[in-house]
T-cell receptor, first 117, second 113 residues
Framework: NAGVTQTPKFQVLKTGQSMTLQCAQDMNHEYMSWYRQDPGMGLRLIHYSVGAGITDQGEVPNGYNVSRSTTEDFPLRLLSAAPSQTSVYFC????????????????FGDGTRLSIL | GENVEQHPSTLSVQEGDSAVIKCTYSDSASNYFPWYKQELGKRPQLIIDIRSNVGEKKDQRIAVTLNKTAKHFSLHITETQPEDSAVYFCAASRGGGSYIPTFGRGTSLIVHP
């Protein structure tokens, strides 16, 4: 298994441009999410999905859109890039457990380092 | 929603010493507490986790303790080695359909040879 694959690894954008960060997982995990990581701020949840066709907002959703048309893919779209969106973006997936083990560990991708000029 | 506080933000130890990182959480319904290690430029990776029906869990040099009454949990690393140098994140989540982990802000552990 490749696990969680993110593309691209690095990207530089100009203010106002749009782009899509790709995330794919081959573990048949139901739960997928996007985080941004900024110095001293930890991992902040942008959007998440508990299955195909279902998405919801996290802590910092403004300026980002997501969709989940398949179990495998969960792209993150920046609508109009702003310098405040300069960050490292991580996609993660996890299976949905059952009973007392409902919550399972997150499997992270390698991240996308995004700079907005 | 859940709030997770993590301390300290930076921890510097000598090789061979023990290191302890502490986290507190606010939601009494949280029942799953994982710890992740992130080396410089790498992805976060799970190192150990604990569920609310267990008070302590060990895996070689690392251990996690949970005090549900006080709503805090801690990561203990014994006999630290330079390769333990990394950023460590705690997280808390609740089952019942939300499946949303809340992360602490991270602790940068530096182990001096």
């Amino acid at each position: 298994n490749a696990g969680v694959t993110q593309t691209p690894k690095f990207q530089v954008l100009k203010t106002g441009q749009s782009m899509t960060l790709q995330c794919a997982q081959d573990m048949n995990h139901e739960y997928m999410s996007w985080y941004r990581q900024d110095p001293g701020m930890g991992l902040r949840l942008i959007h998440y999905s508990v299955g195909a066709g279902i998405t919801d907002q996290g802590e910092v959703p403004n300026g980002y859109n997501v969709s989940r048309s398949t179990t495998e893919d969960f792209p993150l779209r920046l609508l109009s890039a702003a310098p405040s969106q300069t960050s490292v973006y991580f996609c993660a997936s996890s299976p949905l457990g059952t009973g007392v083990s409902r919550d399972q560990p997150q499997h992270f991708g390698d991240g996308t380092r995004l700079s907005i000029l | 929603g859940e709030n997770v506080e993590q301390h300290p933000s930076t921890l510097s130890v000598q090789e061979g010493d023990s290191a302890v990182i502490k986290c507190t959480y606010s939601d009494s319904a949280s029942n799953y507490f994982p710890w992740y290690k992130q080396e410089l430029g790498k992805r976060p990776q799970l190192i150990i986790d604990i569920r609310s029906n267990v008070g302590e869990k060990k895996d070689q040099r690392i251990a996690v303790t949970l005090n549900k009454t006080a709503k805090h949990f801690s990561l203990h690393i014994t006999e630290t080695q330079p390769e333990d140098s990394a950023v460590y994140f705690c997280a808390a989540s609740r089952g019942g359909g939300s499946y949303i982990p809340t992360f602490g802000r991270g602790t940068s552990l530096i182990v001096h040879p």
